[in-house]
T-cell receptor
Framework: GQNIDQPTEMTATEGAIVQINCTYQ??????LFWYQQHAGEAPTFLSY????GLEEKGRFSSFLSRSKGYSYLLLKELQMKDSASYLC??????????????FGTGTRLTVIP | GAVVSQHPSRVICKSGTSVKIECRSL??????MFWYRQFPKQSLMLMAT?????????EQGVEKDKFLINHASLTLSTLTVTSAHPEDSSFYIC?????????????FGPGTRLLVL
């Protein structure tokens, strides 16, 4: 089975940096994704890691350590519009040959002035 | 690119009726489409994986006779909730996997909010 953990809620100040952690236990690991989801909307793709290390994309960076089953999403220069839920999703290759995404419960980030 | 649409965005129906939700990939052909369900303040739960021209693969605990999936073409998949009950009220989201996209990233539709009275 898949076990994905991330904090439920976080609060940070506009202009600051925030790190959202995700730990996972899975078989058939085949990549880790971060998605942003605003309330009542569908998730939008932010980043993808399959090898260890840091992937940087503008104000967002994502890190992966496969040996530790650990990832984080780093958001810099926070803006009010960054208030949303951030979903950590692990892709796993299953016995059927299918690649499926398994989501954590999401971290609800509130950015305050 | 990689836009996925869903229709309807919101539906209210009476208990016992059936509801059909459409998922379309607008600017690419999707080899695989996925259907998820999300209850308030909970994570997305995969319901089924749908490949064009073949039967859908359902996750454990998801009734295939209740949630009918048809993937008739590379750009369209439909989910029909048959004999809906209030406990089926949820946010249903589809996603599509684009060949050649970044490591088969899934792109999500805007979701359909279903309320069964």
């Amino acid at each position: 089975g898949q076990n994905i953990d991330q904090p439920t809620e976080m609060t940070a100040t506009e202009g600051a940096i925030v790190q959202i952690n995700c730990t996972y236990q899975t078989s058939g690991f085949n990549g880790l994704f971060w998605y942003q989801q605003h309330a009542g909307e569908a998730p939008t793709f932010l980043s993808y890691n399959v090898l260890d290390g840091l992937e940087e994309k503008g104000r967002f960076s994502s890190f992966l350590s496969r040996s530790k089953g650990y990832s984080y999403l780093l958001l810099k220069e926070l803006q009010m519009k960054d208030s949303a839920s951030y979903l950590c999703a692990v892709r796993a290759l299953r016995g059927t040959g299918a690649n499926n995404l398994f989501f954590g419960t999401g971290t609800r980030l509130t950015v305050i002035p | 690119g990689a836009v996925v649409s869903q229709h309807p965005s919101r539906v209210i129906c009476k208990s016992g009726t059936s509801v059909k939700i459409e998922c379309r990939s607008l600017d690419f052909q999707a080899t695989t489409m996925f259907w998820y369900r999300q209850f308030p303040k909970q994570s997305l739960m995969l319901m089924a994986t749908s490949n064009e021209g073949s039967k859908a693969t359902y996750e454990q605990g998801v009734e295939k006779d209740k949630f009918l999936i048809n993937h008739a073409s590379l750009t369209l998949s439909t989910l029909t909730v048959t004999s809906a009950h209030p406990e089926d009220s949820s946010f249903y989201i589809c996603s599509a996997s684009a060949p050649g996209a970044i490591q088969e990233t899934q792109y999500f539709g805007p979701g359909t909010r279903l309320l069964v009275l």
